[in-house]
């Protein structure tokens, strides 16, 4: 599964409203869909504030679970003129709902920034292209910790030396899940949390707190050096390459 579709390939149709599309996929499956609702537009603000910082030249960014387009919509008008936004969805339904988005949306028409959507899981994506920019929506803490560390090492040679990946974490969804979950099921969250922070020592520029978010969430930004890290060598290393 690994379809493209670049903007203004499609005519838009009538759609479910975002926040009842949401909800069906979360209930279809909640481990992939990540949330009951679309994140806020303040969240959907930290998760972009990296193109603000680079207004002006045309980037190369990546959007990777980006669900109904909350964020994306944040982000099109963002993008300078040459600019490029690979948009990657695993939900097929959702992946439609963001070919609509990309096709009626107006920064997009013309000889503008180019827009593609990949119904594929970010992990298969299939490319030699870096990125600037990284925006992840992914539900990382629902994923096993080798998932995550294979995701989060992926993001990492996705980026220019230089380049930011931002991405947002729920707070309180680790007392919730010692309290409602198997204790198995609280051992993986502890595991994953322990990936993230070791990415978070290596490579985190900074991290703020959205209150005005159901749930409220941190928002990281971690950025790729200039020079391979110890910990990429490392990663390298273990990967045997
Ligand atoms: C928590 S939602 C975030 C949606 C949107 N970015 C937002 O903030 O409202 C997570 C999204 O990631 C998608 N997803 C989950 N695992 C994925 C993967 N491995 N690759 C690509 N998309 C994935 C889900 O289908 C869902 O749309």
Redesign the pocket.
């Known amino acids: 599964m690994n379809d493209s579709t670049t903007s203004h390939h499609r005519a838009p149709v009538r759609r479910r409203p975002e926040g009842w599309t ?1 909800l069906v ?1 979360a209930a279809r499956d909640l481990r ?4 009951l ?3 806020g537009e303040a ?2 603000h930290a ?1 972009t504030s990296p193109l603000r910082a680079h207004a002006s030249r045309p980037l190369s960014v990546l ?10 919509r944040a982000l099109i008008p963002r993008l300078s003129r040459g600019s490029r936004l690979d948009i ?4 097929p339904r ?1 992946a439609a709902r963001l070919r609509d988005l990309v096709a009626a949306h107006p920064h997009l028409a013309g000889a503008s920034p180019k827009v593609a959507v990949h119904r ?4 298969h994506l299939s490319t030699d292209r870096r990125y600037d920019v990284i925006v992840s ?3 990382l803490t629902n994923f096993t910790p080798v998932q995550v560390d294979r ?1 989060m090492a992926r993001y990492l040679e996705l980026l220019h030396p230089g380049g930011v990946l931002t991405y ?1 974490a729920y707070l309180g969804t680790r007392a919730a899940r010692a309290l409602t979950a198997s204790r198995a099921e609280a051992r993986r969250h502890t595991a994953v949390n322990e990936v993230m922070a070791a990415y978070q020592r290596g490579y985190a520029t900074g991290r703020w707190t959205v209150w005005a978010n159901l749930p409220p969430a941190h928002v990281w930004h971690l950025r790729r050096p200039l020079a391979p890290s110890r910990h990429q060598e490392r990663l390298r290393d273990a990967a045997g390459r």
């Not at 992939?32 to 949330?35: E, N």
């Not at 594929?120 to 992990?123: A, D, P, Q, R, S």
């Open positions: 949401f996929e992939t869909t990540g949330a609702a679309p994140s969240l959907a998760l959007e990777a679970g980006a669900g109904t387009g909350a964020v994306t990657v969805e695993a939900n959702f594929t899981y970010v992990e929506g992914l539900p995701i947002f």
